[in-house]
Structures are given as C-alpha cells and as structure tokens.
C-alpha cells in the first residue's frame, strides 16, 4: 500500500505518531523534541494535539487531572455520531471516568487487582505460556510475537471474564481495531459495537444464570450507596479490560522477547540471578512502555508556555518520559539491576493503570517460562521485525530462531 | 501514604517494609523505626516511588 500521507516538516510542529518510521522506532524523536527548545511539540494532524516529552512535563499533566481531563483518551477523534468517551453509553471505567465518579469506579476493581488478588493466575499463565511452547519448540523457529506473546493477555483476560478461549481472534481483532486502527473510523466503530455487543450477551446470560467466582457476576451484584452498579458500568468495565489488558501487555510481552532475542547477556544474568527479576522487569517496562494515553484539556490554559485550548487532546507519551536523561542516567541503556527507577510505563496519579500488577505478572512469566524452554535464541532477520505504534507500541511478528 | 496510587515500586525495592493493602496500595509492614540492615532498601524504595510519597525521616 502506498502511504499517501504528507511527509513530515518538523517533528516539533507537525509531528504524526502514525508515521511508519515513528510507528517502528519513536524512540529517536521522542529524543529530538525532548532535548529541543521545544520539548512540548504540536501538530495539526488528526485534528491537532500537543506531545510533552519530558519526564517532569508529562507527570504534571498527569497529575492536573482537573484540567486534562478523561473525556477522551485516543488521540483521535470518534467517528461523526459517536461520543467522545462512550459508546452506547458505555465508556471504559475507570480510565474514562473523571471525579467524582473515578472514585468508586476505580474503587470497585482495584482489589480485583491487587498483587494478591493476581498471584492465582500466575500457574495458569505458566501452563498456557508451556502450552504455547510446546507448538513451536521443535520447529527451531517462532514469531515471538504472533505465535507467543499476542496469545497470553487475551487467554488470561479471557480466563478472569469467564468466556471462552474461542474468542481470541475476534478479541484481538475488535482490541486492534480500537486501538491500534483507530484511524479507520469504520473499523473503530465496528469494533466497538462488537465489544460492547459481545458483552451485553455476557451479562444477560450471568443475570439468568449467576456464577461462583466470576467476575461479571460480581459486578452485577455490586452495590454502590444501597444501589446496584448500573449496567453500563459493568459492561465498560469488560471493555476496559478487553482494550486495556490485551493489546498493551501483549506489546510489552513482544517487546521483552525482542530485546531478548538481541541481549544473550542479560539473559544470561537472568539465568544466573532469580533475585533481579524484581528490577528486571521494571527496568524492561520503562525502557518498552507501550501505552500513551490523551487528555483533553477542560479550559484555556497555559502550560510550560504553551497555550492549550478547552478542547484540545494532549498526548503523554510515557515512552518518552521513561527515557528523559533528566530523570533516568544512559535513558536508552537496559540495566538490570537500575537503581532509581521512577518509571510510569504505568502512568501516574489517580488515573495510574489499575491492572499493572496483572500486567508485570504476564510479563514475568512469559519471559521466564520461554528462557526455562528456550535460553538461547536470537532474531531471525531484524530488518522483518513489524511494529505496531501510535497510543500502543510493540512488534507485531518478530521471528526468532533457536 | 494519601498520595499512593499503587504502584507498588516500594515493595518491589523493599519487600520486608512495604506490603499491599487489598487495594493494592502500600502498607508499611514495620512499626517504629527500620532495622539499620533494611535501610538501605527503605532508601531504594523512598528513590523508586513515582508518586513520592514515601519520606523516611531521620
């Protein structure tokens, strides 16, 4: 396909995060903004949004949720006829959500996340990474990507929502279509539908038919202040962790086995280490944080000299942040056993991702269970690695041989 | 700890002195003052908060 779009003048003032060069590698513009005199850059593109790029800018944003506010979070604009945050009033809480309401919108699945909360998934996870393994292992080649690390997430989501495994490729394909083609409107908007309509069934059939330890039936029973959650709380918390959980761990899992398959050091001081695990596996997410999330900005104001409109989406790009010399020394060196590492691969402030501890677990495991199986392996071609970018990146196929 | 968004970077650094609470935000795990060997971990643990919501004081 040729790509029609107009060529990029000045990353400062027209930059375009779904360029293919900054798709597959967004790394070295991140840097040319963050070190120019004009580390918060602006484009019009997609109907215009602003990209702060240093650690300190980017935490603050986070923070003033008052003034960016949730309203919407993709850069893009919905398709005509949609809303901003929701679809057929059901957004994604409590990422969508502003106070009051975030409160007990994030309040109500916390636990559900807590790190004691997903330590019960971490055999599952094992079992189904082995069983993924055990496809390709004789086959002396895999795309760590498409045959490994795409199919983790959607199954252990999966298993948390309580529907079949059958659904995988629609899951990730409805995830993509949201996500990552968010600039097909058709394709977001049919996407959506199917989210939203896929769950509605879900939920009727837990109304008839409650379960034990299932997840959507507790939100249903769920009462706030003497009242059941309504129900598009319920089927936007499934999408939340539909869109959330899926395409974002998926990447970080695709980007650690990339990074793996070029570092045989660093697996070896994994091998020869249990104990760096821990920093190991925050250092990997601040150095391959997938997500960027958008703001919109609630009223004129002027931030770092910029002056935003009511109205305007601001990106925070945390991959930038998390490589910020200012906050991080060597930003773009893997190490290890990193002493300071403030990282926010998982954002900040209330809206701080409320599934990083499932997250961290998948990553852990999937790298763990494949170095047990595979300890040496590198890629096969790094030139026909593909990415995905844009709000979330990682690779798409990474072939690796062993 | 009000501004502890759950990160969870303190019990990552410093097991032994932070915990979870069933929100997943941090607990201290020790009363009083820290043992002179987990200082240097509870230091760790102060530098890695995003949030910065942990001060040891002397």
Known sequence: ?402 | MGSCHGHQMCAIAAPEVFGSDELGNATVLIAGDIPAELEGKARRAEANCPERAIIISE
Request: aromatic letters at 8%; a negative charge.
């Open chain 1, 1 to 402: 396909m040729t790509d029609t779009r107009k060529p990029v003048e000045s990353l400062l003032t027209d930059y375009d995060i779904f360029e293919p060069s900054f798709i597959a590698n967004p790394y070295p513009g991140y840097s040319e903004i963050r070190e120019s005199e004009c580390p918060i850059a602006h484009t019009d593109r997609y109907q215009g949004s602003w990209l702060p790029t240093r650690y300190e800018d980017v935490v603050a944003l986070a923070q003033e949720y008052e003034v960016f506010t949730s309203r919407g979070i993709l850069v893009m604009p919905p398709p005509p006829g949609q809303a901003e945050g929701a679809y057929g009033g059901v957004a994604a809480p409590p990422i969508t959500s502003d106070p009051p309401d975030h409160h007990w919108h994030r309040r109500l699945i916390l636990p559900v996340f807590a790190p004691q909360a997903v330590a019960k998934y971490e055999q599952g996870t094992k079992d189904l990474c082995n069983a993924l393994i055990d496809e390709f292992i004789d086959k002396g080649t895999a795309d760590a990507a498409a045959d490994y690390a795409q199919h983790i997430p959607v199954r252990v989501i999966s298993t948390m929502l309580g529907v079949p495994f059958d659904m995988e490729e629609e899951f990730t394909d409805w995830v993509r279509g949201v996500l990552e083609n968010m600039h097909d409107l058709e394709r977001r908007k049919r996407s959506r539908q199917s989210i939203i309509e896929f769950f509605l069934a879900q939920v009727e059939d837990r109304k008839k038919n409650p379960r034990d330890n299932d997840l959507i039936t507790e939100l249903l029973n769920t009462e706030v202040e003497g009242k059941k959650v309504p129900i598009e709380y319920v089927l936007g918390v499934c999408n939340l962790m539909l869109v959330a959980g899926i395409d974002t761990t998926w990447s970080a899992i695709g980007s650690v086995m990339w990074h793996m398959a070029q570092h045989p050091e660093h697996r070896k001081q994994l091998r020869e280490n249990d104990d760096l695990w821990p920093t190991a596996i925050e250092e990997l997410l601040r150095v391959y944080a997938p997500v960027t999330m958008a703001r919109i900005v609630d009223r004129d104001i002027e931030f770092q000299g910029c002056p935003m409109k009511a109205g305007d989406r601001v990106l925070m790009a945390f991959p930038a942040a998390n490589r910020d010399p200012r906050q991080f020394e060597n930003p773009d060196e893997v190490i290890l056993d990193r002493e300071h590492n403030r990282h926010v691969a998982f954002g900040s402030g209330i809206h701080r991702c409320a599934g990083s501890n499932l997250a961290r677990l998948e990553v852990r495991v999937a790298l763990q269970t494949w170095l047990e199986r595979i300890p040496e392996f590198e890629l096969v071609d790094p030139a026909s690695v593909t990415w995905a970018g844009g709000q979330v990146h990682g690779p798409r196929s990474c072939m690796v041989k062993f």
